[in-house]
């Protein structure tokens, strides 16, 4: 059986034509078509709830408080990747600052979500840098330790492969396979119109949610033939 290199350094990504088409919609459009599935866990948030971020994973795992892996993969890294960085949840170092930021930035990097902590956030912010993390802390990292670059991760409890579709803004992160973009792009497109027209009527004056007696029923609170 052979045995994957701790880097890998290519693999198919979604297209820059996915990205685009899929920047145009709320990652919670886009968690509700891929059956409510695919958010990362509320602890990896926006550093600023203005920063969006949409782009291809490219997925680094490292040892807690250590950063060498993610030198390497800013070093091969494309324009348009986002860095997925499993740093295990950890937030007693900073795993990056405004340094590496500025060096995503300048390589093309779309942004960052690390299930660890950043530090320089007065300056990230100064920059309008996408980064999404657990939180901040002024320790720095070391960078002694080996890692894995290009490999299926685990972060914020959700499976990210590398080419995977990754979007974000205020409410959170969500990863959407790869294989399932463009069937669910045509879906969120759908359901952003039938949304719309659900508000349209609610201002209307038609607040009632057509489905909310049967869920009941089938809740077992009202009982056949029971309406509110």
């Known amino acids: 059986m052979n045995q994957l290199p701790d880097i890998v350094r290519d693999f198919e990504r979604v297209s820059?034509?996915?990205?685009?088409?899929?920047?145009?919609?709320?990652p919670a459009i886009l968690a509700d078509v891929a059956?409510?599935?695919g958010a990362l866990h509320?602890?990896?948030?926006?550093l600023r709830h203005r920063m969006t971020l949409a782009g291809s994973a490219l997925t680094v795992e490292v040892r807690p408080g250590d950063n060498l892996m993610i030198h390497a993969a800013i070093a091969l890294a494309k324009p348009g990747d986002v860095l997925v960085i499993d740093g295990k949840g950890d937030q007693s170092a900073a795993l990056m600052g405004t340094i590496m930021m500025n060096a995503c930035r300048q390589v093309g990097i779309a942004g960052v979500v690390i299930d660890g902590a950043v530090r320089d956030s007065v300056e990230i912010d100064e920059m309008d840098f996408p980064v999404f993390s657990v939180g901040t802390n002024p320790n720095g990292p070391t960078k002694l330790a080996s890692g894995r670059i290009g490999h299926p991760v685990s972060v914020g409890g959700v499976a990210v492969r590398p080419g995977d579709l990754v979007i974000g803004d205020a409410d959170g992160v969500v990863v959407i396979?790869?294989?399932?973009?463009?069937?669910l792009l045509q879906t969120a497109a759908k359901k952003?119109?039938?949304e719309a027209a659900r508000i349209e009527a609610i201002k209307n004056g038609n607040t009632a949610a057509k489905w909310?007696?049967?869920a009941l029923r089938n809740a077992g609170v009202l009982k056949e033939n029971e309406i509110l």
């Open 16 to 26: 820059s034509e996915q990205i685009r088409q899929a920047s145009a919609f709320q």
């Open 35 to 37: 059956g409510r599935r």
């Open 42 to 46: 509320g602890r990896i948030q926006a």
């Open 177 to 183: 396979e790869r294989e399932k973009v463009e069937t």
């Open 192 to 194: 952003v119109e039938d």
């Open 212 to 214: 909310l007696n049967s």
